[in-house]
T-cell receptor
Framework: GENVEQHPSTLSVQEGDSAVIKCTYS??????FPWYKQELGKRPQLIID?????GEKKDQRIAVTLNKTAKHFSLHITETQPEDSAVYFC?????????????FGTGTQLKVEL | DAMVIQNPRYQVTQFGKPVTLSCSQT?????MYWYQQKSSQAPKLLFH???????NEADTPDNFQSRRPNTSFCFLDIRSPGLGDAAMYLC????????????????FGPGTRLLVL
């Protein structure tokens, strides 16, 4: 089955700096890569996603890049703010006729310090 | 607002006492998922329904069962909860390509936190 590795496990940045989180996946058939933000005690919330036919996607301060050959993808957050502090999970899945089963990375605790 | 609803938000049960968690959705999505998330860990898929078709993950214990009586509702039954089953249980939905929606995105409910005494 799919295996997703995520690094780093914790990340501290100063407000206004950039943050980068990296993930690798094992199954070359995976074709959908979402990123979720989860605040303590709350549900995971989708912040950005990318499909395998796209190399990069950006939404305001958030961007995701995908390298299919190397089987890794990264989340980039620019101009970080204290409200960006949360746990971030990457995931990989294969969209089939029966839905898409997400395999999550182990998570990154991001702390944005004033 | 269309959404994914989970009840109860907190559930306390006794060791070995069956418990049922519920999930409902107003998104008219075809696919419903159940994830288990233990403290400081990533969500782990237990099983999912594509319409009425049940898909169990290979490593999901037999102690966990699920029912989907109709499109809107899905239940997670834990037949004999052990201390190791204490976790947050997250329900999610995706359109499956039907209802004109993006088939990729999964929408999560707020979760039910299960405590086993």
């Amino acid at each position: 089955g799919e295996n997703v590795e995520q690094h780093p496990s914790t990340l501290s940045v100063q407000e206004g700096d950039s943050a980068v989180i990296k993930c690798t996946y094992s199954d070359s058939a995976s074709n959908y890569f979402p990123w979720y933000k989860q605040e303590l005690g709350k549900r995971p919330q989708l912040i950005i996603d990318i499909r395998s036919n796209v190399g990069e996607k950006k939404d305001q301060r958030i961007a995701v890049t995908l390298n299919k050959t190397a089987k890794h993808f990264s989340l980039h957050i620019t101009e970080t703010q204290p409200e960006d502090s949360a746990v971030y999970f990457c995931a990989a899945s294969i969209l089939t006729g029966g839905g898409n089963k997400l395999t999550f990375g182990t998570g990154t605790q991001l702390k944005v310090e004033l | 607002d269309a959404m994914v609803i989970q009840n109860p938000r907190y559930q306390v049960t006794q060791f070995g006492k069956p418990v049922t968690l519920s999930c409902s959705q107003t998104l008219n999505h075809n696919v419903m998922y159940w994830y288990q998330q233990k403290s400081s860990q990533a969500p782990k898929l237990l099983f999912h329904y594509y319409d009425k078709d049940f898909n169990n993950e290979a490593d999901t214990p037999d102690n966990f069962q699920s029912r989907r009586p109709n499109t809107s509702f899905c239940f997670l039954d834990i037949r004999s909860p052990g201390l190791g089953d204490a976790a947050m249980y997250l329900c999610a939905t995706s359109s499956g390509g039907l209802a004109g929606g993006n088939p990729w995105t999964q929408y999560f409910g707020p979760g039910t936190r299960l405590l086993v005494l």
